[in-house]
């Protein structure tokens, strides 16, 4: 047994044994005898396997609401409201949910054993690969162009968020703790930066705030995709409502217990999962922190071109002679004559193309998925791909139908994304080849890197693209998407912990039973 395990054991002996004594009794609700704790040393982390099978609907756990660390608990620390105070008197904004619980998880990490939750924190990961946590540095692996411009712009854009945050609630640390050596002089960027992907991607839904709770032993549940065609569709509750069946963990206010389900069936000694989220690699790597490989919810974007760039053929004509050579011998042109020139054609009727462009504006679904072009990015680049007498005639409204509007249009269509796909694909490649490349000679040793999850991304792109390949070629007799939603939907509360979740159980990893808990 090496050292990492030795020590990952211990903190895991040091866990249980804070959870037996705040409640975790397992001849009570929160703790299944169906499940058992495993170490998955080769991923820096644990999960649950099933000691038996596990029927669907199961209840897999329940941990005790007073273990929870959210909101509430914030609020009713004094060090938090401190920070709060000093917000007040800078004139700075008020602190959302997930700034609130930020802090809260900093202050009781400065706490150290101190703190109610130490033996909790001493179990999260220390680092991260959500699109925040990317540095500029680590951002070089992926270009800056075409669909891959869309990871770093999204990246920065999170990092921004969060320095910006950072730098708020540093000065609040400053005032509120002035005369302090506690807090004050140790709150540093990095430590923000992991409270806030640490909050970002375990916690799960709660019903009295935005960001949700961690739950501890709750987070060890790894997640799973699952494909679209098995989803649980949603039955009407008693108050009218919908709800999905049997999948959604939740806080149980009558037994006051967080419960979680299994989504599926599961079979002894399989790993247990849950499904954070029906959502492709980038919403993934933003919120949670990992990428799938076979991801069946993967996505590219496409950006819509303009009306007149659908056909390239017409976009440049030679420019007619000049008055002054009409008359010339063509033969024999004179040493003055000026080269012709090449000039984009613009639509002669822009109000009507600009109407083209309007009509196709609020479909918001333009991406392309493992089994073509979704239902609405065909109907946008039917209409941009128009021409005046299709327009004159409204035939945009039998393109949002999903109706062809003529050969030549969708000849056009089919151009453009081929156009798209070859461009696309030489961007990814080559920056899927060049992390390939650089990793074959500069091996990490097993650590989950920020260069794996970018190169996990790249892959999942260049597959959907290679569907597309396939779709355009007529080799895939899939149906067109047509009801994906832009909106990324958490199926279950759960976030990540940041571990690879999908490798297969080694029989040489440790077990915990239930009973190692009483």
């Not at 703790?177 to 990095?190: I, N």
């Not at 790597?285 to 819509?304: C, D, K, Q, S």
């Not at 089919?414 to 080849?433: G, K, V």
Request: net charge negative.
């Amino acid at each position: 047994m090496d050292s990492h395990t030795h020590e990952s054991d211990e903190r895991l002996d040091r866990f249980v044994k804070w959870l037996a004594r705040h409640g975790f009794d397992h001849e009570g609700a929160w703790y299944s005898s169906s499940v058992r704790v495993r170490v998955f040393p080769d991923c820096q982390g644990f999960g649950f396997v099933a000691s038996r099978s596990i029927e669907h609907g199961q209840v897999i756990l329940a941990v005790p609401e007073k273990l929870l660390m959210s909101t509430r608990t914030a609020r009713a620390c004094n060090e938090v409201q401190q920070v709060v105070a000093a917000l007040a008197r800078l004139g700075s904004s008020a602190l959302s949910d997930l700034e609130l619980l930020n802090v809260h998880l900093v202050l009781e990490r400065l706490r150290g054993a101190a703190s109610f939750w130490h033996e909790y924190i001493d179990m999260l990961p220390r680092f991260y690969s959500l699109l925040a946590a990317f540095d500029e540095h680590e951002l070089g692996v992926v270009p800056e162009d075409g669909v891959a411009a869309a990871f770093v712009a999204l990246a920065r854009s999170n990092r921004a968020q969060v320095t910006a945050s950072f730098e708020r609630i540093r000065r609040a640390f400053e005032l509120a703790f002035r005369g302090s050596s506690e807090p004050s002089r140790q709150l540093t960027f990095e430590l923000y930066l992991w409270a806030h992907c640490t909050v970002l991607s375990r916690t799960c839904h709660v019903p009295f705030d935005t960001v949700g709770a961690l739950v501890p032993f709750g987070d060890f549940l790894n997640h799973e995709a699952i494909e679209p065609s098995s989803i649980v569709s949603t039955a009407s509750a008693s108050d009218g409502s919908t709800e999905r069946q049997s999948r959604m963990p939740r806080l149980n206010q009558a037994t006051g217990m967080y419960e979680f389900y299994a989504h599926r069936t599961f079979h002894e000694g399989e790993q247990v999962f849950v499904c954070y989220a029906s959502s492709d690699n980038l919403h993934l790597l933003e919120f949670y922190g990992f990428a799938l490989e076979n991801n069946p919810y993967e996505r590219v974007p496409i950006t819509l071109p303009e009306p007149y760039e659908m056909d390239p053929s017409a976009r440049t004509e030679t420019a007619p002679p000049s008055r002054g050579n009409r008359h010339r011998d063509r033969r024999h042109p004179q040493p003055d004559a000026k080269p012709t020139r090449v000039r984009p054609v613009e639509p002669s009727n822009t109000t009507a193309m600009r109407r083209a462009a309007e009509a196709a504006m609020h479909l918001s679904d333009i991406f392309v998925y493992s089994n073509g072009p979704s239902f609405q990015a065909l109907c946008a680049l039917r209409i941009r791909a128009m021409d005046e007498s299709e327009l004159r005639r409204k035939l945009q409204w039998r393109a949002l139908q999903g109706e062809e509007i003529s050969e030549r249009n969708e000849a056009l269509v089919r151009a453009f994304l081929s156009r798209f796909n070859d461009t696309q694909r030489a961007i990814l490649q080559a920056a899927h080849d060049a992390i390939v490349k650089h990793d074959a000679t500069n091996p990490t040793g097993g650590v989950i890197d920020k260069r794996a999850v970018a190169r996990i991304w790249l892959a999942g792109q260049l597959a959907v693209l290679d569907k597309l390949s396939r779709w355009l070629n007529g080799e895939d007799d899939s149906q067109v998407n047509e009801e994906h939603s832009d909106e990324q939907q958490d199926d279950d509360g759960t976030h990540d912990d940041g571990d690879d979740d999908g490798d297969d159980d080694d029989e040489d990893d440790e077990e915990y039973d239930d009973d190692d808990s009483e």
